[in-house]
Structure formats: C-alpha cells, structure tokens
C-alpha cells in the first residue's frame, strides 16, 4: 500500500466544518476594545448659533449686558446672574421674531470661561440670540 | 468489569457540547450596539474641567469636535491645532451651509479657566466658518465665593 492511500483512509468521513468556536472570542475582545475606547454619555450644554461679522454689531442696545471683571451688568444695572437669568426668562423672547431676540453681550478684561458660559446659557435658555460683541478678531 | 464502571465509560465516549455557534452572533450584535450607541473618545486624556451651568439640554454626538485644555492648549478633532484661523480654515471646508443644525454643530470643549483672549477667537472662528456652536457644561450651580 502506497502512503498516499493510507493518509486518505485515516481522514474523518464526516461533513466538513469552518471552525466557529474562535469567532466568539474575537467578538468578545471587541466589545471590550469599545467598551474601553468609548463613552455612552451624551455630552450636556447649550447649541448657539452665533450671528458673524456685522451682524453681531447691530443689536439693539436696550438689552445689553456686560461682563465685566467686577461683576456683571444689565444695561447700567449690576446684576447676579440669577437676577438676570430672571430678567431675561421675564421677557420671553422665544416667542418674537430674530431681530428683536437678539441680547447684545460684551466681555472686558480678563475673563473666565465659567462667567461667559453662564451668560450665554443664561441667554440661550431664556430663548434669546447672544449678539457677542468681540474686542478683536485677529485670533489667537 | 462493574456495572458502574461500565456506565461510566459510555458517558465519556458520548462527549458533552456546549453549542457556542450563536455566542459569535450574540457578541456581533452587541458590538453593532456599541458602535451605534457610543461616543468615541476624541477627548481622551485631555485636562479640561467644564464650567457649571443649570437648565443644560443633551448635544447631538460630536462630529466636530473643538477643545480647550487648562493649559490653553488649542485641539481640533482631538489633535493639537496652532490657532483659532486655522480651526476656522478647518471648519470652513467641512461645513456647508445647506447642512442640517446637528451637522453644523461644533462642539465646543473649554476649560472653566481659560481666559477671554484665548476662547473668544475660537467661538468667532467657529461662528464665521457657519457651525452652530454646542458648548460643552456641566449641570449644577457654582458655588458663589
């Protein structure tokens, strides 16, 4: 009897099979790859679209507020943020047109992102549109 | 040979399989889950702690991503970016205008410290290239000094 003849009787006659047991495995890795590299919280805030160039400049002056490194203003008025919070929710500007929705807002000096964020939102949530204006757009 | 023994051998000679096939399916769903269902880190590592505000709502997921770190260091897309022009050289060749709010939205990732001349030109940037600007807080009152 030849080699070959004797290699060919000993293989099982039953019906071939792709190996799957291993493909669970690689699942598994994956998910633990994603479960590591990514994050299911969604990320909170406010969505402000922001009117660029000229537009910005054209707001009206009666709502004005101004920020300020001593504290924070509503048109002449110091106010707290909760109070203007309350002034802004009081004139329900989610209801009026664009133009007049627009609260016209002003940094000077030096500050922080925490005290501008709160305006912004202040302002967003009170339905109105921040016309921000900047001392230069020369970028950093 | 014991009557015992021999019920014994005819167990082992069966075999015990456990069908594993469908854990294979099971585990690609879930993976098909995860992919829909999550954020990618893009903000991995970085030093950034959020300022505080109350009434916050949700933000779409980030496709545009723009952060800035307590060392005032400038990213886009979660890499390092010189300045605020070329974040809105970026963003000016990604956005259209046609494009739907959430694909306009740039989400904007700032360190509660970070200074007015250093955020300002990016939330102009991102204002003058056309996106909508998500920014990123956390929900809760600051506590007045």
Known sequence: MTRRSRRSRRRPRGEPEIPTQSFADIAFLLIIYFILAASLSQ??????????????TEASDDKSVLLRDDGLFYGERPVSIDELRGTLAGMRLAGRDPNSRVVQFEAKGDVPWQSYYEVLAAIESAGGIPGILMESGDGK | ??????????????GIVIPVVSMGDI???????FILCSNFAKKAGKNVEPPVSPQLVGLPKPRLYVAVDADEVL?????????AKEIEAELSQT???????????VIFECDRNVRKEVFEPILESIAKAGGIIGA??????????
């Open chain 1, 43 to 56: 990320d909170l805030g406010f969505r402000t679209d922001i009117p660029a160039g000229q537009k910005a």
């Open chain 2, 1 to 14: 040979m014991s009557r015992r023994a021999s019920h014994r051998d005819r167990r082992s000679k069966a």
């Open chain 2, 27 to 33: 585990a690609f769903l879930l993976i098909i889950f």
């Open chain 2, 75 to 83: 990213y886009f897309q979660g890499k390092p970016i010189g300045s």
């Open chain 2, 95 to 105: 956005i259209d205008p046609n494009d739907s709010l959430d694909a306009r939205t």
């Open chain 2, 136 to 145: 990123v807080g956390k929900e809760g009152r600051r506590q007045q000094p």
